[in-house]
């Protein structure tokens, strides 16, 4: 069985794929290549009529599946055991993602595009400052993220990785489903992955003694749940925030 | 088995215990008589300090439960059969709180503060007033809700009604959880039966007419899966946004 995935930086392909125990090769894109690739193998645009990645081709079945959660719930019909998505909860996990996403990635934005552009290679700098000034609504790239909003954003991330520890918490066991493993873990864990490629040594070093270590400890558990060794610092990752 | 239920308009407690085949007493509590209610039967408060109902006192183990959801949770864990907050969905059910909330909620907090007043008796309307506006940040009742921002509330409403349309149609079933009734029903239909008593009589039919009529269906359906009758119109009850 052999996949191919173009995979951005949360990885979240990669987890999905390991936990199910399905072999794959990767594929890297380039982020100024996303909407050419995608529209050469005829994979379809995801929200708001963008390309994105990660996209999975299954060459058991020909499937061509966009969007990180699209392919979770492909791969749960697919191949059945072990399901990412338990029965029932795939509109409580949409839910969960967008909650995730306004409570963590939506206060910290701009402090975390100043520090991917930092990570960009060079012939991609430019088409990730034009798409993601139009994105903000700003003309300049030094209006983004200047030292004193830098600040408040970074004071927004860990506020908001403080909610999250909290659910952690209440949820009685090791994921956020108990002791129930899901697409939900998955996806926090995408969001440390691709932190600890984009942010600054000392940034990376303080999430990692917050609540308790619970951020380092998670991403082990979830590598070791499947089967994989993602996250490890400075690895080479696109990112498309 | 015998429960007495103070009940807020909400009603999520009668349908969690209707569901559950468990009998119960419920006894009304007007708004300004709450806190001290509350605090002569030794209930805890809930977020934030406050005293809120519902409350539930069971006489089969002597607890006493505040918050829907810590009642949801306590029912299952004391009378398991029929799940309310199937295993492993805690947290996904806590946040589809927040984010039901937050889409439908918070957007038309004022309109639903201006017609919960039109329905209050004499003497909880100062006590309404007082601490609704403290709430808000206003410091006069005829700038929470003039007939502009009634409007543009009203839209936001109907707006937040087609995002959770748009969850169901994705459940792939009846439910928020596909074919498994759950929670997150309930607490969709305790709006619909709160609008059902503040609401004006073309609101409350343009309600209806929404969504291909998912409303009147949805609220048919958990009064039969819970064997209630709650919610129809004009129904005498206290609220308590």
Known sequence: MLYY?????????????????LPHEVIWVEMHDIAATMKSIGASP??????????????N???????????????????????????GTHVLMQNFESLFSSVVLKPSLRLLMARTLEIQKDNSREFFIKTRLRMIGETSWSDVAPEDKIQVQWAALKNGLGVVDGWYQKSEGRWIMGDIFSFADIIVVCWLVWWNAILKEEERQEIYTLHEGRWGRLLRDVNSECNTDLGSVGERIQSLL
């Open 61 to 87: 079945t020909g499937a061509l599946v966009s969007d990180s959660h699209a392919i979770a719930k492909y791969l749960d019909e697919t191949y059945p055991d072990k399901p990412l998505i338990p029965r």
């Open 46 to 59: 995801t929200g708001g009529g963008r390309y994105t990645v990660p996209v999975i081709k299954d060459p």
């Open 5 to 21: 995935l173009m995979a951005c930086s949360v990885e979240c392909g990669r987890f999905c794929l390991g936990y199910k125990g």
